[in-house]
T-cell receptor, first 111, second 113 residues
Framework: GENVEQHPSTLSVQEGDSAVIKCTYSDSASNYFPWYKQELGKRPQLIIDIRSNVGEKKDQRIAVTLNKTAKHFSLHITETQPEDSAVYFCAASIQAGKSTFGDGTTLTVKP | GAVVSQHPSWVICKSGTSVKIECRSLDFQATTMFWYRQFPKQSLMLMATSNEGSKATYEQGVEKDKFLINHASLTLSTLTVTSAHPEDSSFYIC?????????FGPGTRLTVL
């Protein structure tokens, strides 16, 4: 089955700096790659996603890149703010709605 | 976006009892729903795929007789944790997808004493 690895497990940045989280996946059939932000005790919230026919996608301060050949994708957050502090998960999906998640990255943005 | 609800949001039960969790798609029909479990400070792990009108598909290592799934209508799937034990204490989250994007329920915090 699919295996998703995520790094780093923890990331601490100064407010205003950029944060980068990287993931790799194993199954070349995966075609949908969402990123989620999860606050303590709450459901994951989709922040951005990318499909396998696209190499890069941007939404304001958030961007995702995908390298299908290398089977890795990355999340980039620019101009970080304290409210960006949370746990971030990458995921890979073949079937709609059925995702394999990375282990998560705890992002701390220091004011 | 689509809305998925889950009930209850939290439940405390005694060891050996059974607990039922409901997952509903409120504004779309879902022939398939997914059940995840998340232990503290860990990732979401897929437990099973709930299929409307047929048997659920369980992931490796998940006991189908312990985690009973029923998907009797296009908007409702239920997960019953039978003979719950303290190690079953976890955050259970369902999801459904009208398209490829996944919509999660708010989760159910289960504590087994």
């Amino acid at each position: 089955g699919e295996n998703v690895e995520q790094h780093p497990s923890t990331l601490s940045v100064q407010e205003g700096d950029s944060a980068v989280i990287k993931c790799t996946y194993s199954d070349s059939a995966s075609n949908y790659f969402p990123w989620y932000k999860q606050e303590l005790g709450k459901r994951p919230q989709l922040i951005i996603d990318i499909r396998s026919n696209v190499g890069e996608k941007k939404d304001q301060r958030i961007a995702v890149t995908l390298n299908k050949t290398a089977k890795h994708f990355s999340l980039h957050i620019t101009e970080t703010q304290p409210e960006d502090s949370a746990v971030y998960f990458c995921a890979a999906s073949i079937q709609a709605g059925k995702s394999t998640f990375g282990d998560g990255t705890t992002l701390t943005v220091k004011p | 976006g689509a809305v998925v609800s889950q009930h209850p949001s939290w439940v405390i039960c005694k060891s050996g009892t059974s607990v039922k969790i409901e997952c509903r798609s409120l504004d779309f029909q879902a022939t398939t729903m997914f059940w995840y479990r998340q232990f503290p400070k860990q990732s979401l792990m897929l437990m099973a795929t709930s299929n409307e009108g047929s048997k659920a598909t369980y992931e490796q290592g998940v006991e189908k007789d312990k985690f009973l799934i029923n998907h009797a209508s296009l908007t409702l799937s239920t997960l019953t944790v039978t003979s719950a034990h303290p190690e079953d204490s976890s955050f259970y989250i369902c999801s459904a997808s009208p398209h490829q994007e996944q919509f999660f329920g708010p989760g159910t915090r289960l504590t087994v004493l």
